[in-house]
């Protein structure tokens, strides 16, 4: 079996003891392409790092909506400088969070940033890879209006079907992470059983919302491999069908 984990933050002090023991799991449970997404200028350069140290793993730069600053020239130019890097296939994690952020001029400066990346993905012929947490709407009006002949995918998907096939219209992609196999999960269930498989990835989102059986516990690439159970028993698939066509999306969408 040949699985992707198309999002996670290797970077995270969580894994600074052992991420080489992280990685190694991860092939022994069939993942063998890791991407792993920055979130400041600092965590871009990072995961670069990370991606040139082990073998299957890449990497996407960008500054996250949480971290959103007001950028300038040489900001791009950091980012376009680390894009260089063969092992970058992304400009990411970037988008709007409207959940923790309630402030009008700081919901301003997200969408002023988001559209910045981008145009900096366009001038760096690379897919974004889309936070957007309870900003549905906007996220969905900017890529419309701004991402035309660019490619993606919405992270951690958490809006509703209409929404979902709306991304789909523009190319984009649905990614699905731990949550799907939640008790408390309602919405994405119908959303992943209604999709075109062709329009799917998984995702861990390490080391944030582990899934289940492992809730609670620090997330990591290897437990991927749950929510692509849970993906084929919601759409009466096998396992080894759901591993064949979410691996081909991510070769797609990242040219991996």
Same mark, same amino acid.
């Given at each position: 079996?040949?699985?992707?984990?198309?999002?996670?933050?290797?970077? @995270?002090?969580?894994?600074?003891?052992?991420?080489?023991?992280?990685?190694?799991?991860?092939?022994?449970?069939?993942?063998?392409?890791?991407?792993?997404?920055?979130?400041?200028?600092?965590?871009?350069?990072?995961?670069?790092?990370? *991606?040139?140290?082990?073998?299957?793993?890449? *990497?996407?730069?960008?500054?996250?909506?949480?971290? *959103?600053?007001?950028?300038?020239?040489?900001?791009?130019?950091? $980012?376009?400088?680390? %894009?260089?890097?063969?092992?970058?296939? %992304?400009?990411?994690? $970037?988008?709007? @969070?409207?959940?923790?952020?309630?402030?009008?001029?700081?919901?301003?400066?997200?969408?002023?940033?988001?559209?910045?990346? $981008?145009?900096?993905?366009?001038?760096?012929?690379?897919?974004?890879?889309?936070?957007?947490?309870?900003?549905? #709407?906007?996220?969905?009006?900017?890529?419309?209006? +701004?991402?035309? #002949?660019?490619?993606?995918?919405?992270?951690?998907?958490?809006?509703?079907?209409?929404?979902?096939?709306? *991304?789909?219209?523009?190319?984009?992609?649905?990614?699905?992470?731990?949550?799907?196999?939640?008790?408390?999960?309602?919405?994405?269930?119908?959303?992943?059983?209604?999709?075109?498989?062709?329009?799917?990835?998984?995702?861990?989102?390490?080391?944030?919302?582990?899934?289940?059986?492992?809730?609670?516990?620090?997330?990591?690439?290897?437990?991927?491999?749950?929510?692509? +159970?849970? $993906?084929?028993?919601?759409?009466?698939?096998?396992?080894?069908?759901?591993?064949?066509?979410?691996?081909?999306?991510?070769?797609?969408?990242?040219?991996?």
């Amino acid at each position: 079996m040949n699985l992707v984990d198309t999002h996670c933050h290797l970077d @995270d002090e969580k894994f600074s003891e052992d991420l080489a023991e992280v990685v190694n799991r991860a092939r022994e449970s069939g993942v063998n392409r890791i991407i792993n997404f920055g979130d400041r200028l600092a965590t871009s350069n990072r995961v670069v790092e990370i *991606a040139r140290e082990f073998d299957g793993l890449f *990497a996407g730069v960008g500054i996250h909506p949480e971290e *959103a600053f007001q950028m300038q020239k040489s900001d791009d130019e950091r $980012i376009i400088q680390l %894009a260089e890097d063969s092992h970058v296939v %992304a400009i990411g994690e $970037i988008g709007l @969070d409207y959940y923790w952020e309630k402030d009008s001029d700081r919901r301003k400066l997200q969408r002023e940033i988001f559209i910045r990346q $981008i145009d900096l993905a366009r001038q760096l012929h690379l897919p974004i890879c889309v936070h957007d947490r309870e900003a549905h #709407g906007d996220t969905i009006e900017i890529l419309k209006r +701004e991402a035309h #002949g660019i490619r993606g995918v919405l992270h951690c998907f958490s809006g509703s079907l209409e929404i979902a096939m709306e *991304a789909i219209k523009l190319g984009f992609f649905i990614g699905v992470d731990g949550p799907i196999t939640f008790k408390n999960s309602k919405k994405l269930p119908e959303i992943v059983r209604e999709i075109p498989r062709d329009f799917l990835l998984i995702e861990t989102d390490s080391p944030y919302m582990s899934p289940t059986p492992n809730r609670g516990k620090r997330n990591e690439p290897a437990f991927v491999k749950f929510v692509a +159970e849970k $993906i084929a028993e919601i759409r009466g698939e096998s396992l080894d069908e759901v591993a064949r066509y979410t691996t081909r999306n991510a070769e797609d969408l990242y040219s991996i």
